[in-house]
């Protein structure tokens, strides 16, 4: 274990940020200081592990983002945390991160099945966004499919919203 000043430490991009926002999309938004003190920052971290890697002159959070980012609520920008830092390569990182979400989600499933279906279209997206823009494919056994039995969703409709497109913003897109 590293310690380093949270400051140096930032969201990732690409992929790793894709599951990074999905991971925090599919979290309970009860605000972290009604549950936890600055004091305890060090146990929850010795618990959850934050890995980073190096990338210029500042670091990107790899997997831990949850516990990262209660850190990153509760302490000064100038405090410094303990990390693991790691030199794996970008699609191992990107399969471990990938891996960390879908078993938190299934291990953690919420029983309301209005948060289930919400976790579910999260995944959904982040996969078609992982596909289509980083050519990275969910395993077989966490197809959509598969998925949706997993969490419990098996024979339900589950819609996703899709926003309509503005004439401008298709006359832009086509140019």
Same mark, same amino acid.
């Given at each position: 274990? !590293?310690?380093?000043?949270? #400051? ?7 992929? +790793?940020?894709?599951?990074?926002? $999905?991971?925090?999309?599919? !979290? ?18 010795? /618990? ?10 500042? /670091?990107?959070?790899?997997?831990? *983002?949850?516990? *990262?980012? $209660? ?16 030199? @794996? ?9 990938? *891996?960390?979400?879908? !078993? ?6 919420? $029983?309301?099945? @209005?948060?289930?279906?919400?976790? /579910? =279209? ?22 959509? =499919? ?12 589950? !819609?996703? #919203? =899709?926003? =309509?497109?503005?004439? +401008? ?7």
């Amino acid at each position: 274990m !590293t310690k380093l000043v949270i #400051s140096k430490i930032k969201s990732p991009s690409g992929a +790793l940020g894709e599951i990074e926002r $999905v991971n925090l999309a599919v !979290t309970n938004q009860m605000p972290v200081s009604s549950w936890l003190d600055a004091e305890l920052v060090d146990v929850l971290l010795a /618990y959850h592990p934050v890995s980073v890697r190096k990338v210029s002159r500042h /670091y990107e959070v790899v997997s831990g *983002f949850r516990p *990262f980012h $209660v850190a990153n609520a509760l302490l000064e920008s100038e405090e410094v945390i303990s990390v693991r830092i790691t030199n @794996d390569k970008e699609i191992d990182l990107v399969k471990g991160a990938l *891996f960390e979400l879908v !078993t938190h989600s299934l291990m953690h499933c919420p $029983v309301a099945i @209005d948060a289930r279906e919400h976790v /579910y =279209r999260q995944l959904n997206e982040l996969s078609t966004i992982l596909r289509k823009t980083h050519g990275i494919e969910m395993p077989n056994k966490l197809s959509r =499919r598969k998925l949706k039995d997993l969490l419990g969703l098996k024979g339900r409709r589950i !819609t996703i #919203s =899709r926003q =309509r497109k503005s004439e +401008l913003q298709r006359i832009l897109e086509s140019h």
